[in-house]
């Protein structure tokens, strides 16, 4: 609110007061008021009181505006004169627009009369020259006139018709429409006797010739005529010669790739020969015409050499004695696997050229797409790219690629299954291997059907082999594994009795459920030896299916940088490859479990009796007695000797990984077993100390052994030894400190206090007055 305004609201309240007050007869009444005014009163003294602070800069300001005011009256003037310069300005301005549009109007006029005048010469020129080209055969020159004609501008020649002129122009629009209508049926008729003699030369005259004429696709498409039966006659003379050759010579088991690659190469170097003569005389886009004619040629003579090949390899024939054997588990007929393999290998190669030719197609009529689209927004419109995905997905070529391939995928499992099942026969094992021969034979076999796959550069042929061959890893193969763990370790007489007869149970069902896999243990050497070996077996399994996922995932990463997948196969692969990591994990699973048989069959069963053989040593001794166990120690020289006798079994046949592991479970069993034997034991205070150095032999021969740190393992034996040797109960309170405790200390209070009263010399009050 303003000062002024201020003011006049003290004002209004007063004489409303005043007026008020006469009206009052109350006591009480006239107090209220009095009160009020005197209010009012304060305020506007407080405000009286501003205005005469503010005085000074006031009577300043008015002095600055006092010696302002001349300057004022000069900016006054000069924008006067500046506003008179303005309007003078924008009125000359006016008039010389004026003048300019005038003068761009007559310009525009004189332009529009000069084309004019052009045209009309042009016509007549052209007129004179397309009669005297025609009657002396240039055909090209009278081409070049009638293109000529054809780009005048319509409206020009419209109004020449109507103008003074009109006689003229009729008679020779009538001229070179008639000349049109000669040359281009001349023009055609000598192109398709050139195409039909053979006459390249001729042939690409007229074809030079057609574009002129507005003939673009009847050129296109007689061009594609010509080279369709050069590519035809060659292509018959390759397959002739294909089924003609010697099934002797060394590429006739590939001599349909090579039919087949020749002539799509033929193919391919046309389309280069001839895009830049297309692209120069018929302009950017028209690849597209050109190549849907060779196309169809190609889909002609590819379906012959695919339907040749299906003869010649007894392809459908081999195909349905497959599917009669995965039907009915077992076929009467058999396939020579190495027919197959090489059929296989055929197929292969043939969908692998057919893609590289089709990505070949892609690129050139993209290329020619985008250089036609350039003034659109996207750089290849969505109409153009679905001429060409329609183009290469519908051709012959493709659909004839795609039935090979399909019966190619059960094929290719029916001989990576009979391999797998023959190596599986075949296995043996000699004296200082590892592993049996069939882990290398399954994996060259598992890793040859997925690469020949992959070679076809088909994202989904394969993502149906990976999955094929993990299937059979995990389940087929991974069973034959499962069986022959199934038998057991054998440990004793009794025990190898038993796995005898478990043995040939399973081997028997084993037999029924494949037919092929047969394996026969003669003595208890001989199954330990087994045993051990198919862990070791089982342990390269899956790191062999760790490094054949890195291995597929590079040669694929290889497949998309060439260009052969997108963004979508490449997310089909990496999903089938992930279940090749599940694979290994079970892999592993198994290990674990042949592990955990191998230590309850023969490291529990031997261990235990040597660690119940604490017991017969009494721990509550004396000086002579403590002396004579330093001298010649009772039981942990015997049981270390005992437990390297028995490592050494396992130490030159299991791998390292294998022997840690398994030398980790009996560390967890040889811990739990000495905790129970010690609490069933009682100990003096030099006994307690002999415990000590018997644990300290122990755990330095087992950290000898393997490679992985074990003092964890027997933290709560060394726990219990240094409990033991205590001299007095309340020392166990220096160790157990309320900082440590929850920290290092791996016994809990109850224990703690068991551990103590096995100390002869400790009283049992002193233990249960302990605070812990």
Same mark, same amino acid.
């Given at each position: ?57 006031i009577e300043n300001k008015m002095q600055l505006l006092q010696r302002m005011r001349p300057k004022l009256q000069l900016i006054e003037g000069d924008a006067s004169q500046l506003g008179g310069m303005i309007n003078f300005t924008c009125s000359l301005a006016e008039n010389v627009s004026s003048k300019v549009r005038q003068l761009d ?27 005297t080209a025609l009657q002396s055969h240039d055909y090209e020159q009278a081409a070049a006139h009638i293109h000529r004609y054809l780009s005048l501008d319509q409206s020009v020649i419209e109004l020449s018709r109507q103008g003074g002129e009109s006689s003229s122009v009729e008679t020779s629009l009538a001229l070179l429409k008639e ?30 010739? +057609?574009? !002129?004429?507005? @003939?673009?696709?009847?050129? &296109? $498409?007689? #061009? ?8 035809? /006659? ?121 893609? +590289?030719? !089709?990505?070949? @197609?892609?690129?050139?009529? &993209? $290329?020619? #797409? ?8 996207? /750089? ?51 004296v200082g291997q590892m592993t049996s021969s069939m882990v290398d034979d399954v994996f060259y076999i598992v890793k040859k059907c997925i690469g020949r796959a992959l070679s076809s550069n088909s994202s989904d042929c394969a993502c149906a082999m990976i999955n094929l061959a993990t299937n059979l890893l995990e389940n087929d193969f ?28 399973? @081997?028997?069902?084993?037999? &029924? ?260």
């Amino acid at each position: 609110m303003s000062d002024l305004g201020i003011v006049c609201k003290h004002t209004n309240v007063s004489a409303l007061n005043e007026e008020t007050i006469e009206d009052l007869t109350e006591l009480e009444d006239l107090e209220e008021v009095y009160l009020q005014l005197c209010n009012e009163q304060k305020q506007v003294q407080a405000y009286l009181q501003v205005l005469g602070d503010q005085q000074g800069t006031i009577e300043n300001k008015m002095q600055l505006l006092q010696r302002m005011r001349p300057k004022l009256q000069l900016i006054e003037g000069d924008a006067s004169q500046l506003g008179g310069m303005i309007n003078f300005t924008c009125s000359l301005a006016e008039n010389v627009s004026s003048k300019v549009r005038q003068l761009d109007l007559t310009k525009k006029r004189l332009y529009q009369a000069i084309q004019r005048a052009d045209d009309i010469l042009d016509l007549k020129f052209c007129t004179d020259g397309v009669q005297t080209a025609l009657q002396s055969h240039d055909y090209e020159q009278a081409a070049a006139h009638i293109h000529r004609y054809l780009s005048l501008d319509q409206s020009v020649i419209e109004l020449s018709r109507q103008g003074g002129e009109s006689s003229s122009v009729e008679t020779s629009l009538a001229l070179l429409k008639e000349a049109e209508v000669q040359l281009k049926a001349l023009v055609t008729k000598r192109l398709e006797e050139a195409v039909a003699a053979d006459d390249l030369a001729q042939v690409e005259r007229f074809f030079k010739i +057609l574009p !002129l004429l507005g @003939l673009h696709d009847k050129g &296109l $498409a007689l #061009f594609a005529n010509y080279l369709s039966n050069q590519l035809a /006659s060659k292509a018959q003379d390759n397959l002739m010669l294909a089924i003609t050759s010697d099934i002797g010579e060394r590429r006739a088991p590939m001599i349909f790739v090579d039919t087949l690659t020749l002539l799509l190469e033929g193919i391919a170097r046309v389309i280069e020969t001839h895009q830049p003569i297309v692209e120069t005389y018929y302009g950017p886009g028209r690849m597209h015409r050109l190549l849907s004619h060779l196309q169809a040629e190609c889909d002609k003579q590819a379906q012959s050499v695919v339907d040749k090949f299906i003869q010649n390899r007894d392809y459908q024939i081999k195909f349905q004695v497959v599917q009669a054997s995965m039907l009915k588990g077992v076929s009467t007929e058999k396939i020579v696997l190495r027919e197959l393999d090489a059929v296989l290998s055929e197929v292969t190669l043939m969908n692998s050229r057919s893609e +590289l030719y !089709l990505r070949f @197609l892609r690129r050139r009529m &993209l $290329a020619d #797409f985008e250089v036609a689209d350039a003034t659109t927004a996207d /750089s290849v419109s969505q109409e153009h790219l679905q001429d060409v995905e329609c183009l290469l997905k519908e051709c012959e070529l493709s659909r004839r690629m795609q039935e090979l391939i399909g019966c190619y995928i059960p094929m290719e499992e029916y001989y990576m299954r009979e391999t797998v099942n023959k190596a599986v026969t075949m296995d043996n094992w000699e004296v200082g291997q590892m592993t049996s021969s069939m882990v290398d034979d399954v994996f060259y076999i598992v890793k040859k059907c997925i690469g020949r796959a992959l070679s076809s550069n088909s994202s989904d042929c394969a993502c149906a082999m990976i999955n094929l061959a993990t299937n059979l890893l995990e389940n087929d193969f991974r069973e034959v594994l499962v069986s022959r763990l199934q038998v057991g370790y054998p440990s004793s007489t009794l025990a190898d009795l038993q796995r005898g007869v478990s043995s040939a149970v399973i @081997l028997m069902q084993s037999s &029924l459920q494949h037919g092929k896999i047969h394996t026969h243990i003669e003595s208890q050497e001989q199954a330990k030896n087994a045993y051990l070996v198919t862990l070791n077996n089982v342990d390269v399994c899956s790191e062999n299916i760790s490094t054949l996922k890195k291995n597929l995932e590079s040669d694929y990463s290889k497949l998309l940088n060439q260009g052969a997948g997108s963004e979508h196969a490449q997310a089909k692969i990496d999903s089938c490859l992930m279940d090749m990591v599940h694979t290994s994990s079970k892999f592993k699973d198994l290990l674990q479990e042949g592990l955990l048989e191998l230590n309850n069959s023969a490291i529990k069963s031997q261990v235990k009796p040597w660690i119940t053989n604490f017991l017969s040593f009494s721990h509550n001794i004396e000086e002579e007695e403590f002396g004579e166990y330093e001298a010649n120690d009772p039981w942990v020289q015997q049981l270390i000797v005992q437990l390297e006798q028995l490592m050494a079994e396992f130490k030159d046949s299991l791998s390292l990984a294998i022997f840690d592991a398994l030398t980790s479970l009996m560390m967890n069993f040889i811990s739990m077993e000495m905790e129970k034997t010690v609490f069933k034991c009682t100990f003096s205070r030099l006994g307690g100390l002999q415990f000590d150095k018997e644990l300290r032999s122990l755990v330095a021969y087992l950290s000898s052994v393997t490679s992985w740190t074990i003092r964890d393992k027997f933290s709560r034996l060394t726990q219990m030894a240094t409990i033991l040797n205590l001299e007095k109960v309340l020392e166990i309170l220096d160790y157990w400190g309320p900082n440590s405790a929850p920290l290092t200390w791996r016994l809990t209070p109850a224990e703690v206090r068991q551990v103590l009263s096995l100390r002869v010399d400790f009283r049992s009050e002193d233990i249960k007055r302990l605070r812990l």
